[in-house]
């Protein structure tokens, strides 16, 4: 009987021991899953704003209580992988790139990306005049090697993992990147 009570101690000892290493990895975990998560930037797409390996964090959650905007960078889940564009076209919004000027419903919209060169673009030949209800036009900031709106057609906001913009490897390019 002594010898029950005593491996019955010696478990909750243990236990009592162990959980808060239990929690923290459990709660690692959740944060990595639902809040957090490294990405890597594959391939040229992206450049010169990012170059392919950087390694930055997925903001999961912020777009659970704030819209997406133009020019966010974004993390987007196609059936094959994940890729990383930046938000140009918003839903019900007309977009005309002409003579390398971005145009939003006819006004004139400056990028925050200097040195960009975009092809004549109008996002009635994706099919639809205004961009869908729930859905983005979104581009690489190098446009003449991005799969991007232009070839895969509008995002839907389902498929929008969330914000990034925190560079954290390679070392010298750490930093925020807009």
């Known amino acids: 009987m002594k010898n029950n009570q005593k491996n019955s101690q010696n478990i909750k000892s243990i236990v009592k021991a162990l959980l808060p290493y239990v929690l923290i990895i459990v709660g690692v975990f959740l944060v990595k899953l639902w809040i957090v998560t490294p990405v890597v930037v594959n391939g040229t797409s992206m450049y010169p704003t990012l170059h392919h390996q950087d390694v930055m964090i997925l903001n999961r959650t912020a777009y659970w209580f704030n819209a997406i905007k133009r020019f966010d960078i974004v993390v987007i889940k196609t059936e094959d992988e994940l890729i ?69 057609g509008f995002i839907k906001k389902n498929e929008i993992l969330g914000k990034t913009s925190l560079v954290i490897f390679p070392l010298n390019r750490i930093g925020f990147k807009e």
């Open 84 to 152: 990383i564009k930046r938000v140009i076209g918003l839903p019900g919004e007309h977009v005309v790139y002409q003579n390398n000027k971005l145009y939003i419903n006819g006004k004139r919209v400056q990028e925050n990306v200097k040195n960009l060169k975009t092809d004549d673009f109008d996002s009635e030949t994706l099919g639809q005049k205004k961009i869908p209800k729930d859905a983005y036009l979104v581009l690489g900031d190098n446009r003449n090697n991005s799969q991007d709106s232009r070839s895969i």
